[in-house]
Nanobody, 118 residues
Framework: QVQLVESGGGSVQAGGSLRLSCAAS????????MGWYRQAPGKQREVVAT???????GYADSVKGRFTISRDNAKNTVYLQMNSLKSEDTAVYYC????????????WGQGTQVTVSS
């Protein structure tokens, strides 16, 4: 079992920055693929960024060049640095984890709210 706890959400003006953190329990963290998802009101949950155990990253087109995902395996933590925030980035952000042999994410955090005002 893996437990994920997000932190770092809040309210910020457009153009500002926030850094989200996701602390994971369990000894197998370094082997997991980690992802950040978000869900805006009235919209489906969408992937924002992913990072493999080896550090390979992927981003949604809407956040490329503005967001950076990273991980610290020694701290069992994954981060999402969000710069140049826009009002359309307003959403609940979720951290997720999956085994490399799984196609779907098995573990989810409770979410953290990010609100960007213009």
């Amino acid at each position: 079992q893996v437990q994920l706890v997000e932190s770092g959400g809040g309210s910020v003006q457009a153009g500002g920055s926030l850094r989200l953190s996701c602390a994971a329990s369990g000894r197998a963290f370094s082997s997991y693929v980690m992802g950040w998802y978000r869900q805006a009101p009235g919209k489906q949950r969408e992937v924002v960024a992913t990072i493999t155990s080896g550090g390979s990253t992927g981003y949604a087109d809407s956040v490329k060049g503005r967001f950076t995902i990273s991980r610290d395996n020694a701290k069992n933590t994954v981060y999402l640095q969000m710069n140049s925030l826009k009002s359309e980035d307003t959403a609940v952000y979720y951290c997720a984890a999956r085994s490399i042999v799984r196609a779907t994410y098995d573990y989810w955090g409770q979410g953290t709210q990010v609100t960007v005002s213009s």
